[in-house]
C-alpha cells in the first residue's frame, strides 16, 4: 500500500519561510519522480515543483528563486522549503509521486497571512 505523508505546513507571516516534508512508503523511492502541488479555495490544482528520480528540479514560475525541492532516498523523503512566502502562496499544498502511475498524498495547508 502506498502511503505520501505530508508534514510542515501551517500559518506564516508574508516574507517568512515554511518547510515541507513528504514520507513516502509502498514505492521504489528512488525510482519515482516526486512532486509538490497546490490548490488554492475556487482554483485548480498547479504544479508548484517536482524532482526526477535523477534529482534534477523543475519549478513554477512564480516560485522560482524562493523555493527548493530536494529528495533523500535514504529517508524516501521530499522536501520542500519555501522562502519569502507571500498571502499569494496560500493553499493546499499536495505531495505526488509517479512510479507507472499517479499517488497523492492527503494534503498540508500552509496559510501566509498576518
Known amino acids: 500500500q502506498v502511503q505520501l505523508v505530508e508534514s510542515g505546513g501551517g500559518l506564516v507571516q508574508p516574507g517568512g519561510s515554511l518547510r515541507l516534508s513528504c514520507a513516502a512508503s509502498?514505492?521504489?523511492?528512488?525510482?519515482?519522480?516526486m512532486g509538490w502541488y497546490r490548490q488554492a479555495p475556487g482554483k485548480q490544482r498547479e504544479l508548484v515543483a517536482r524532482i526526477t528520480s535523477g534529482g534534477n528540479p523543475n519549478y513554477e514560475d512564480s516560485v522560482k528563486g524562493r523555493f527548493t525541492i530536494s529528495r533523500d532516498n535514504a529517508k524516501s523523503t521530499v522536501y520542500l522549503q519555501m522562502n519569502n512566502l507571500k498571502p499569494e502562496d496560500t493553499a493546499v499544498y499536495y505531495c505526488?509521486?509517479?512510479?507507472?502511475?499517479?499517488?497523492w498524498g492527503q494534503g498540508t495547508q500552509v496559510t501566509v497571512s498576518s
Open positions: 509502498g514505492i521504489i523511492f528512488s525510482g519515482a519522480a
Open positions: 505526488a509521486a509517479v512510479q507507472t502511475r499517479w499517488y
